[in-house]
């Protein structure tokens, strides 16, 4: 974060530079622009209000995408509890492989891929165990219509958590393509350049407006930078929903094994 800030203070003041220089060549060669106004001001509206929109649309893409991919690391997380719960009605064997495959699972994912899909890659052993873990659901043949309602509302279950995993996955590879950012750094310059035309009196207010044209353009690119990549940067999605259900999955194993009593309510 603090690197996008003196970024942005480095462009305004780059800009207050570049306003200097403009205006000292203009009044040298073309003293007459300022009789022009009239005439500049509507395109100067028409670039600034195009950019505004484009960069607009730009940030609020971003941020839903950037709420979407946590939402789908929440489905995620809750997916793999719901596994774990419903494992218990499965005989004891096969409860106890599932439950330590969901363990392992968030384990995995917390630990080493969380780090990796800041590189935009993702864990191959999480996919391992995710494939362990359809593979124990689908190779149990029930002998009872309970385990079959178990087993039937485990598939579900796998089935959410296969689908949140590979949303996850792809959302590593949703972000702004180089040539829209191109298009962004290119049109933020050009509607910086165009404040330059219009040569106030006071050259201190005019300072002032490009400052804050400036700082607008770069603050709204600086949020975008920010909520682009979900799981890189200072702004990111974190994986406390994992961590969260693997407290409870510690939780309800000390509950089982009573080792944390449970008071009887009447």
């Known amino acids: 974060m603090l690197q996008g800030l003196l970024i942005t203070l480095g462009v305004v003041v780059v800009s207050v530079f570049g306003l200097l220089i403009a205006r000292r060549w203009l009044e040298k060669h073309h003293p007459e622009l300022k009789g022009q106004h009239d ?9 600034a209000m195009l950019f505004a929109v484009l960069l607009g649309f730009m940030v609020a893409d971003s941020m839903q995408r950037f709420g979407e991919a946590r939402e789908t690391v929440q489905s995620e997380a809750s997916s793999l509890g719901n596994v774990f719960r419903l494992a218990e009605g499965m005989p004891g064997p096969t409860e106890d492989k599932l439950r330590e ?12 891929e969380w780090p990796m899909l800041s590189m935009h890659k993702d864990s191959p052993k999480a996919w391992i165990i995710y494939r362990q873990l359809w593979k124990t659901c689908m190779t149990y043949e029930p002998t009872t219509q309970r385990q079959s309602n178990t087993q039937q509302s485990l598939m579900e279950a796998m089935q959410s958590l296969g689908n949140s995993r590979r949303m996850r996955v792809e959302a590593l590879h949703a972000g702004l393509p180089t040539v829209l950012w191109a298009v962004l750094f290119i049109g933020g310059a050009a509607t910086i350049v165009f404040t330059y035309f219009f040569a106030a009196d006071n050259v201190k207010i005019q300072i002032i407006m490009v400052s804050m044209v400036s700082l ?28 969260t259900q693997l407290n409870l999955f510690k939780l309800e194993r000390d509950i089982e094994s009573k080792v944390i009593k449970v008071p009887e309510f009447n």
């Not at 770069?218 to 961590?243: I, K």
Request: proline content about 6%; some cysteine; hydrophobic content about 45%.
């Open 101 to 112: 495959l969901c363990a392992l699972y968030a384990k995995e994912v917390i630990e080493d």
């Open 39 to 47: 005439i500049t001001d509507p395109y100067s509206q028409f670039v």
């Open 216 to 243: 607008v353009i770069c603050l709204n690119l600086f949020l975008l930078a920010s909520y682009d990549d979900p799981f890189n940067g200072d702004v990111r999605v974190t994986p406390a929903a994992f961590q």
